[in-house]
C-alpha cells in the first residue's frame, strides 16, 4: 500500500499559480506538490460517559510516510482532538473542542532539512441528541 501527503520541493516555500498545459491528460509537467510511498498509521480513541452522556472524547492519530521518489523526505503528521459536553435539559447540550495538528518532514538532503507546521484548532458548539 502507498500513501500520499502534499509536500513542497526543497527551496520553495509557497506553491505557484497553477498554469495551463497542453500536455494529455495524466501527464504533469514541472515540479511535483506531493510525496507518495509506503507508511504506516496509528492511533487511539476514548470516551467518559456518564448517565448515558458521551461527555468527553479523545483521540490521537499518528501516521507516517516515507517518500520514495525525488528527495528522499520522511513525514510523520499528527492529529489530536478533546471534545467535553455538558447537558444542559433534555437532549440539549454545548459542547467544545481543541485540535492540535502537527506535521515534521525530515528531508535526506545535504543538509538534513527538517520542516515543521502546526495548527492549533478550538471549537465551541451546540447539540441535541441523545447522547
Known amino acids: 500500500m502507498l500513501g500520499a501527503v502534499d509536500s513542497l520541493p526543497l527551496g520553495i516555500e509557497e506553491r505557484p499559480e497553477e498554469e495551463e498545459s497542453d500536455a494529455g491528460q495524466g501527464v504533469s509537467e514541472g515540479p511535483r506538490f506531493y510525496d507518495y510511498g509506503p507508511g504506516s498509521n496509528f492511533g487511539f480513541a476514548a470516551t467518559l460517559a456518564r448517565r448515558g452522556w458521551n461527555v468527553a472524547f479523545i483521540t490521537y492519530e499518528g501516521r507516517q510516510l516515507y517518500s520514495l521518489d525525488g528527495v528522499r523526505a520522511n513525514h510523520f503528521l499528527q492529529r489530536s482532538r478533546l471534545d467535553l459536553r455538558l447537558p444542559i435539559r433534555g437532549a440539549f447540550a454545548v459542547g467544545g ?35
Open 97 to 131: 473542542s481543541a485540535e492540535y495538528f502537527d506535521r515534521r518532514t525530515y528531508f535526506q538532503d545535504a543538509e538534513r532539512t527538517t520542516k515543521k507546521i502546526h495548527y492549533p484548532q478550538l471549537r465551541a458548539y451546540f447539540t441535541w441528541g441523545a447522547s
